[in-house]
């Protein structure tokens, strides 16, 4: 990772951004965002090829946001890629569902807890695309066999709509659509927050907390100083976190020692939890 930035970009960079020469773990910028338009000069960026449908409140954060940065001379090849996009509120989440279906998307699943429909709020009405994860993440992926119909002739974003009260009876995670060119855009249905700051200081990973609306790439106190010096910093642990740790490893970061320790050791709780659990089921 640290020779996909040039030379001239990690100066120009690390100035702007106030941060230490030798991008010590300690050293924080001055800033908590930079507008689109400096960072892709300052790193000789291409426009996101999302950006068309970013807004002042939809907003794509994590791995898309990463990729992009990468994207520049030396980066990885552009490819069909999953976008994770957050609102808000609610009504944004309604307005971006109604914007994208109006635009072509097409819907694939709700990836959700419950067993009922968020939008017509139907039990039984729900036919699950793929089986639900391990015992203790039963988060399954299903369509609806009423609204679905429905969706396709077009109601779906106008007259359908999520409110709170179907989000916390169906346990909405994620509503995925696909867009005609076949990317998969997940639309976050929880962690609402006023700003993309806000919602990037829950992210694993220091170098994962990044977020663009239509202006600005946002980014947390360490994500710049771990990015530039290739060091793989937890800020904090999800589950996923060890799977991450090799992804992002295979990528040429490497973790702190804290990190190795905290991601490791929260890992082998959780496989000892699950052991237990399995046991006690048995
Ligand atoms: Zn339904």
């Not at 990973?205 to 710049?224: A, K, N, V």
Request: charged residues 25%; aromatic residues 10%; hydrophobic residues 40%.
């Amino acid at each position: 990772m640290v020779s996909r930035f040039e030379p001239k970009a990690r100066r120009m960079l690390q100035e702007r951004l106030d941060l230490s020469q030798n991008l010590a773990a300690d050293s924080v910028p001055r800033a908590t965002h930079l507008a689109i338009a400096e960072v892709r000069e300052i790193l000789s960026l291409p426009e996101p090829a999302f950006r068309p449908w970013l807004a002042p409140d939809r907003w794509v954060l994590g791995g898309a946001v990463l990729h992009w940065l990468r994207s520049g001379a030396g980066g990885e090849a552009s490819g069909p890629l999953d976008y994770d996009f957050y609102f808000p509120t609610i009504d944004a989440l309604n307005r971006g569902v109604a914007d994208f279906l109006a635009a072509g998307f097409t819907f694939s699943c709700f990836q959700l807890w419950g067993d009922r429909c968020p939008f017509c709020g139907l039990a039984g009405s729900l036919e699950r695309r793929e089986a639900a994860g391990p015992a203790a993440v039963p988060l399954v992926k299903a369509g609806c066999r009423v609204c679905e119909p429905a969706g396709v002739a077009g109601r779906w974003g106008s007259r359908l709509r999520i409110t709170a009260e179907s989000l916390a009876a169906s346990g909405l995670v994620a509503l995925d659509l696909l867009s005609p060119r076949g990317e998969l855009f997940q639309l976050a249905a929880i962690a609402f927050e006023p700003t993309p700051s806000r919602l990037i200081e829950s992210a694993d990973y220091s170098i994962c907390q990044l977020g663009l609306d239509d202006r600005s790439l946002y980014f947390g106190r360490y994500t710049w100083t771990d990015l530039l010096a290739g060091r793989l910093r937890v800020e904090n642990l999800h589950r996923s976190c060890y799977s991450r740790l090799r992804k992002y490893q295979g990528k040429g970061f490497s973790p702190d020692p804290a990190t190795l320790a905290r991601v490791l050791g929260f890992h082998l709780y959780l496989q000892a939890r699950e052991l237990l659990t399995r046991r006690g089921k048995a």
